[in-house]
């Protein structure tokens, strides 16, 4: 079977562990013949969005990429909004697949596509949103211009034509129903997924991480992570660690402090021997790391990185957006303050026999709804 992924509405980024990256190499893995078409935004330096070259490439999974350039919309900023790519149709046309997945709603692109499959009718179009109030239109242009007008018109005009529009979350499915009026019968809930390692490969990577921060069998680690600016409430959690005096409690941090928060992040981290900051990790040590750990704490800013910490049966502790729901259920805790994570704490460290139990009821949430595989199989049964 040919699979498409068109990475058009977003960013695509080589090397990383987005759904956009995992869901091909998976396609790739169950025997599929797989190709992307991704547009010319990406990371430049593993620190900030920019734009590449448009080019056509291997990507690390063996799977070829296509990166096309934009047809110029007036000026820069409307081009990359607008979202019109040259020549996809005729790339659709010449790689005639059998599946289509497009990644989020928010392209003049997605047109194409359904135009593909009204010329041919065997063809099943997938569309997937991960659009919400928080992380769009979130200024008057945005909100009121190019969601509730540009976009919405692009998203209405293509729903009868797709087969199911796929979104991550509660809050991305009420951001499709409000802004953009698509009908509940049309969507189905879809999350973000991890992978489920094997308990040979799971217990290998824990040892090697755990060998390597010099932990005992005894110690609990936690572990934070991502671009840590105000929003992720990296500080909250430290102020909360140094509430605690259990000398079981471990801390790493991942990732990249912002530039207001690392004046006071970078203190607060030397000043405790239990914290280890690591920095930046590829999506393969991250894995390692979320092995080794036994809490995963996401207190601020929602990320991918929590379902992967789920799948790597990591207990939560978690801010409670309406999208972090699904996966709570006797395996962590909501918290909104700072005493909130350090009762958490304290109590975690005076029964340990309940992180168990906490680890355990991860393991079951990622095996129901969050194991890629089975989210990628979905694509094409």
């Not at 759904?19 to 599929?32: C, M, S, T, V, Y």
């Not at 734009?51 to 350039?69: M, Q, S």
């Not at 194409?112 to 179009?125: D, E, F, I």
């Amino acid at each position: 079977m040919k699979i498409i992924h068109c990475c058009l509405a977003n960013f695509y980024i080589d090397g990383y562990g987005y759904q956009e990256n995992i869901l091909p190499k998976l396609h790739k893995a169950d025997g599929h013949d797989v190709f992307i078409i991704a547009s010319t935004e990406s990371y430049i330096n593993s620190t900030e969005l920019g734009y590449v070259k448009a080019r056509k490439y291997l990507n690390e999974d063996g799977i070829l990429v296509l990166r096309v350039p934009y047809k110029r919309i007036l000026s820069d900023f409307i081009t990359r909004k607008f979202r019109a790519y040259k020549g996809v149709y005729g790339i659709l046309e010449r790689e005639r697949p059998d599946v289509i997945l497009f990644h989020d709603t928010c392209a003049w692109e997605l047109l194409t596509a359904v135009k593909y499959k009204k010329n041919n009718s065997h063809v099943k179009l997938y569309v997937d949103s991960h659009t919400d109030a928080n992380n769009s239109a979130t200024n008057f242009f945005s909100k009121n211009i190019l969601h509730r007008i540009f976009y919405r018109a692009i998203a209405r005009r293509a729903c009868k034509h797709i087969d199911k529009i796929l979104y991550i979350s509660v809050e991305t499915r009420d951001f499709l129903k409000r802004i953009y009026g698509i009908p509940e019968k049309n969507l189905e809930f879809y999350p973000l997924g991890g992978q489920i390692l094997g308990s040979e490969e799971y217990i290998q990577k824990r040892q090697k991480i755990r060998t390597r921060l010099n932990l005992s069998s005894d110690n609990i680690l936690m572990m934070h992570s991502g671009k840590m600016d105000k929003l992720k409430r990296t500080v909250d959690l430290l102020s909360a660690f140094s509430m605690v005096r259990s000398k079981k409690l471990r801390l790493v941090i991942l990732g990249s402090f912002s530039e207001d928060v690392r004046p006071i992040a970078e203190p607060m981290v030397m000043a405790d021997s239990r914290v280890t900051y690591e920095g930046w990790k590829s999506a393969e040590e991250l894995t390692e790391y979320l092995c080794a750990a036994d809490i995963y704490v996401q207190p601020g800013s929602q990320s991918a990185t929590l379902q992967n910490a789920i799948c790597c049966n990591c207990a939560i502790v978690i801010f409670p957006h309406r999208s972090h729901e699904p996966y709570l259920k006797n395996n962590g805790c909501f918290v909104k303050t700072v005493d909130d994570m350090a009762n958490f704490f304290n109590r975690i460290a005076d029964q340990p026999l309940l992180l168990g139990q906490m680890i355990n009821n991860s393991a079951k949430i990622a095996a129901d709804i969050l194991d890629y595989r089975k989210l990628a199989s979905r694509i094409y049964h």
